[in-house]
């Protein structure tokens, strides 16, 4: 019989890393199913970052990432590079069986496995992503929004607010 965990992460984004830095503060000793082949999350494949707090002149996508991971790793939790393929949620301990054929069992799941941007399907779409094609307001509304014109798609009322401000 495999051994009972505290608590596992599935997701290795920047809500998988803060569950993570919490949950090992916590004395918990969290394991972090981290993706095999995408730790770290979207912030992984993007460039520079300038709206977290505490990087005055930005940050660049990986570097936050991997300072993330780091923390996340002096508090205490263990990071497994696999992907949770399957959940068994019935009962007090869940189960979760990964790609690699490990199969953990745990009391408490945290779902941390971040979303998908739902596209247009529009011609340009794909080759001006990161530059005038944006999907987070967040992240460009704020800071890049240059243009004299725009067009927003979606019904996000933040969304809206940012892509209109200026
Ligand atoms: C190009 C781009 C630029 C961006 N720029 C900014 C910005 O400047 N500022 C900003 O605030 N936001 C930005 N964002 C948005 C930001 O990336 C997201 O808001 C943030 O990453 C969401 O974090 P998350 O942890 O919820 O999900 P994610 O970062 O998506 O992380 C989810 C993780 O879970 C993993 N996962 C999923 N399923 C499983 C599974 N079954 N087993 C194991 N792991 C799994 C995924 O592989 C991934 O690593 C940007 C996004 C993109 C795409």
Redesign the pocket.
């Known amino acids: 019989m495999t051994t009972v965990e505290n608590v596992i992460i ?7 890393y803060t569950a993570a830095i919490y949950l090992a503060g916590a004395g918990l000793s969290p394991i972090v ?3 095999s082949v ?6 992984v ?2 460039t ?5 707090p505490g990087f005055p002149e930005g940050i660049m ?1 990986p570097h936050l990432m991997e300072n993330m991971r780091k923390q996340a790793e002096r508090f205490g939790a263990r990071l497994v590079y ?4 399957a959940l068994d949620l019935a009962g007090n301990v869940t189960t979760i069986a990964t790609g690699s054929g490990t199969v953990y069992r745990a009391q408490a799941v945290v779902l ?4 998908a ?1 739902r596209k247009l399907g529009i011609v340009g779409e794909q080759r001006f ?2 530059r005038e094609v944006s ?2 307001a ?2 460009d509304g704020l800071f890049r929004c240059q243009t004299q014109r725009s067009c927003r798609a979606g019904t996000a009322r933040f969304s809206k607010q940012q892509a209109t401000k200026r």
């Open positions: 599935v997701g290795s984004g920047p809500a998988g199913l981290t993706s995408e730790a770290g999350g979207a912030l494949n993007t520079e970052v300038e709206n977290f996508g696999d992907d949770a393929t941390a496995r971040g979303s941007y992503t990161g999907w987070c967040t992240c």
